[in-house]
C-alpha cells in the first residue's frame, strides 16, 4: 500500500498563490509518474499536471504559465505552486502516483483550494 497525504490547500484571494505538498509513504525515486488532478463541486475529476521519475513536466492548458509541478525524490513528494490563481481554479485537488512496474495507481484525500473573488 502507498499512502499520499496533501497539504497546502486553503482561501485566498484572486491574483494570489498557493503551494500544495504531497508526501508519499514510500520512496518515489523508481519509474512512476506523479499528478495532481482537480474536481469542482459538480464537475468530473480533471487532470491538471504531472512529472515523470525523469522530471519532465506536463499541463493542462488552462494552468500553463501560472502553475508548476515538482518533485523531490529525497523527501518523496511533490509538490504544486500556484500563482496568479483564478476562481475557475477553486476546487478539491488531489494527489496521484501512477507506478511503472505492477501497474499500481493510488490517490490521496484532497486539499480544499478556494479563490475568492
Known amino acids: 500500500q502507498v499512502q499520499l497525504v496533501e497539504s497546502g490547500g486553503g482561501l485566498v484571494q484572486a491574483g494570489g498563490s498557493l503551494r500544495l505538498s504531497c508526501a508519499a509513504s514510500?520512496?518515489?525515486?523508481?519509474?512512476?509518474?506523479m499528478g495532481w488532478y482537480r474536481q469542482a463541486p459538480g464537475k468530473q475529476r480533471e487532470w491538471v499536471a504531472s512529472?515523470?521519475?525523469?522530471?519532465?513536466?506536463t499541463y493542462t492548458d488552462s494552468v500553463k504559465g501560472r502553475f508548476t509541478i515538482s518533485r523531490d525524490n529525497a523527501k518523496n513528494t511533490v509538490y504544486l505552486q500556484m500563482n496568479s490563481l483564478k476562481p475557475e481554479d477553486t476546487a478539491v485537488y488531489y494527489c496521484?502516483?501512477?507506478?511503472?512496474?505492477?501497474?499500481?495507481?493510488?490517490w490521496g484525500q484532497g486539499t480544499q483550494v478556494t479563490v475568492s473573488s
Open positions: 496521484n502516483i501512477k507506478i511503472f512496474f505492477g501497474g499500481s495507481e493510488y
Open positions: 514510500t520512496s518515489i525515486s523508481r519509474l512512476n509518474t
Open positions: 512529472v515523470t521519475s525523469g522530471g519532465t513536466t
